[in-house]
């Protein structure tokens, strides 16, 4: 999975998240995996899975869309689109993420 992970990250930067700080690409923990990247890397990720005869579950992936887009646009990841994170919260390496991108409302019930 590892190399499937870094062949689909094909040599994409860090997003620059301002004050000299970077955030890979990708990045990834046991099954949990996190993309900052674009459509295309995306598309690529899903290519190579079918390539290696990885079955994936879109219906456990979630999309967040930091930049403003169409309400109708969505990510698709095996021919299924992929749910967005307005649409229900999501669990990624032990936090909870929602739309308003803030995590009080789990700490508290932790």
């Known amino acids: 999975m590892e190399v499937t992970l870094r062949a689909a990250e094909g040599g994409a930067s860090p997003t620059d998240l301002s004050g000299g700080c970077y955030m890979p690409s990708l990045s990834a923990f046991m099954d949990d995996i996190t993309k900052t990247r674009n459509r295309r ?60 991108l803030k995590d009080t409302k789990y700490k508290s019930e932790t």
């Open 41 to 100: 890397m995306l598309i690529r990720l899903d290519a190579l899975l079918n390539w290696s005869r990885i079955n994936s579950k879109p219906k456990k992936y979630q999309s967040l869309a930091i930049r403003k887009l169409d309400e109708d646009v969505c990510f698709k990841l095996a021919s299924e689109d992929m749910l967005k994170i307005s649409q229900e919260s999501t669990n990624s390496l032990g936090r909870w993420h929602d739309s308003s």
